[in-house]
């Protein structure tokens, strides 16, 4: 099926299969889930975003749980990842002139998720031709995930591949020898359904 983030997901991954780039220290805080579903309420209750209609998903057997504005399409990719070919699947989907995607892999006895993470973080920055005085790293709290290395939340500003200006959020994060990103782009991202979909991350 058709995943609409793929272009900005997995295009960089696939040309540069050798590149591993050092990751960077996070900043900042994302309020913890206890929000989320006042923040629904208010998505709800506010009018201006009536094409989220928010959705438990739990995507695959990856144990991951969180909230979708839409009903995804799924498919897998064969990507390097840890220095060798790695199925990930993704799904993703279009709602409020934004998408929502997400992405997981299982990277075996890879010894170096900081660096595997590092390096999907960095090329999906590169392919996005994200503005360095834009981007910005903060701590993110999932629960259930692994802390070393610590859940993070990137903020850019780029362009998608036609050239028109896109804002990321991406968040980077591991669960043993699985590696996840959950991302959100958008011409401008709506704070309050960002805070939503990044705050109801979690894992059983």
Not at 3 to 25: C, D, K, N, Q, W
Not at 28 to 41: K, S
Not at 59 to 76: A, E, H, I, R, T
Request: proline share 9%; with cysteine.
């Amino acid at each position: 099926m058709r995943i609409p983030i793929t272009p900005l997901l997995t295009s960089a991954l696939a040309t540069t299969a050798h590149r591993v780039v050092p990751t960077e220290a996070a900043t900042g805080v994302v309020r913890a889930m206890c929000a989320v579903l006042a923040m629904i309420g208010m998505v709800l209750a506010s009018g201006c975003s009536p094409q989220l209609n928010w959705r438990d998903v739990q995507p695959g057997n990856s144990g991951l749980k969180l909230l979708l504005p839409c009903k995804p399409d799924q498919g897998d990719k064969i990507v390097p990842l840890g220095g060798r070919p790695t199925k990930m699947t993704m799904l993703g989907c279009d709602a409020g002139g934004a998408t929502f995607a997400v992405a997981f892999a299982d990277v075996g006895d890879a010894p170096n998720l900081p660096e595997v993470l590092a390096q999907w973080q960095a090329l999906t920055l590169a392919n996005m031709k994200a503005m360095p005085a834009t981007t910005q790293s903060r701590p993110l709290r999932v629960p259930g995930a692994s802390q070393e290395p610590a859940p993070v939340l990137v903020v850019a500003q780029g362009q998608r591949p036609d050239g028109t200006a896109v804002n990321g959020w991406a968040a980077y994060f591991s669960q043993g020898s699985q590696v996840v990103q959950v991302v959100m782009y958008a011409s401008a991202i709506e704070p309050v359904a960002a805070e939503v979909y990044f705050a109801s991350l979690k894992f059983d």
